[in-house]
């Protein structure tokens, strides 16, 4: 196989997509060129909305499917900034530019081996699939095409995870709390202070242990990241908002650990979301083995992905590039990374046997 050959795709395709601004549900543009490179290369593309797919064009109906995607969308780049991050200039070994890391050297990775790939008498069939909205969890991705894909039988989500298998991944929910008081003045000994109430639920969320604790993403974490509260020195507050981000193992469905919460705060409480519940894939499941095989590394990760949104099917989430760098100043992604990521990609699916 000529991995020299598809590297080069890939890096010409990155830096294309680089240089065209792709902020979540802006992302019509770079959604254009994965249209074109598909056409280009003799692939029936679908697109709905900014999602973009295309099957291997020898598609067996009686042989199961594998799902390659990865995000087209970037976050908005730091003030923090010292290049253009618009512009994709290699220095050093490294292709700077905003979503390099994450996660256009996925994409392009994932898109190369799919090409690489075509021709060959695999067991399984092949849909790549370019989605939006990943940075904002939004229901324009990849949510909004799964129906229309079809049959998944397992796949791999394309995040900087430096090519180690994300074999399970934690749940996200958002909450939003309101202490709720009694006004009155903060000189005399009036009303009902709700900062004290919520004082006493921030302190339950950061104590409280979660009882089944996962052996691969480890324990449910609550964070209390926003809190705002009073209108003026001299008035007890009769209102404490505050807002955690809860992550769940498998063991607890989002709605599950969202009773367990409200039954023991006195705030009132309520979810902006339960659609983000844990994902994973079995050990045993023939694609891990695959990795294990060829020496690849494991994990539970603590951040979300697309796989949260993915339903019906097991996933691993697999990538070029170093999460340590996403949505960080400068981004970058080493060049040799994307043709490592190619390599291992096409490795792993070469001859996997998914039945």
Not at 55 to 69: I, W
Not at 147 to 160: A, F, K, S, T
Not at 319 to 328: E, F, I, L, Q, Y
Request: aromatic share 8%; hydrophobic share 35%.
């Amino acid at each position: 196989m000529n991995f020299e050959k598809y590297t080069e795709i890939a890096l010409s395709t990155l830096k294309e997509l680089i240089s065209i601004q792709s902020f979540s549900k802006e992302e019509d543009q770079v959604a254009d060129v994965m249209e074109g490179k598909l056409n280009s290369f003799g692939y029936k593309v679908h697109r709905k909305g900014n999602n973009v797919w295309a099957y291997n064009k020898d598609f067996d109906s009686t042989k199961p499917v594998l799902l390659l995607n990865s995000h087209l969308d970037t976050v908005k780049p730091s003030e923090k900034y010292t290049k253009n991050p618009l512009d994709p200039c290699i220095e050093d070994g490294k292709l700077y530019g905003l979503g390099s890391n994450d996660a256009g050297g996925c994409l392009v990775s994932l898109f190369a081996s799919f090409l690489a790939l075509e021709g060959s008498d695999q067991a399984y069939n092949r849909v790549f699939v370019a989605s939006a909205e990943e940075e904002i969890s939004g229901t324009g991705g990849f949510e909004l095409i799964q129906d229309e894909i079809g049959r998944i039988d397992v796949g791999i989500v394309g995040e900087p995870t430096l090519m180690e298998m994300a074999i399970a991944e934690k749940g996200l929910m958002v909450l939003d709390c309101d202490a709720i008081g009694v006004p009155g003045h903060a000189a005399r000994n009036e009303g009902v202070n709700a900062i004290n109430i919520a004082i006493k639920d921030i302190e339950w969320l950061h104590s409280y242990k979660f009882a089944l604790e996962s052996e691969v993403l480890g324990a449910v974490k609550m964070s209390v990241t926003q809190i705002n509260a009073g209108t003026q020195h001299n008035v007890v507050p009769s209102s404490c908002k505050f807002v955690v981000d809860v992550r769940t193992n498998e063991y607890y469905t989002n709605e599950k650990a969202f009773a367990i919460i409200k039954e023991k705060l006195e705030s009132k409480v309520s979810a902006r979301s339960f659609r983000m519940n844990s994902s994973g894939i079995p050990m045993d499941h023939p694609l891990i083995q695959n990795g294990l095989n060829l020496g690849m590394k494991y994990y539970g990760s603590p951040t979300t992905s697309d796989q949260a949104i993915m339903k019906g099917f097991p996933t691993v989430k697999l990538g070029p590039g170093d999460s340590a760098r996403s949505h960080t100043a400068d981004e970058f992604i080493y060049i040799n990374e994307i043709g490592d990521g190619i390599e291992k990609y096409y490795n792993l699916l070469d001859g996997l046997k998914l039945d």
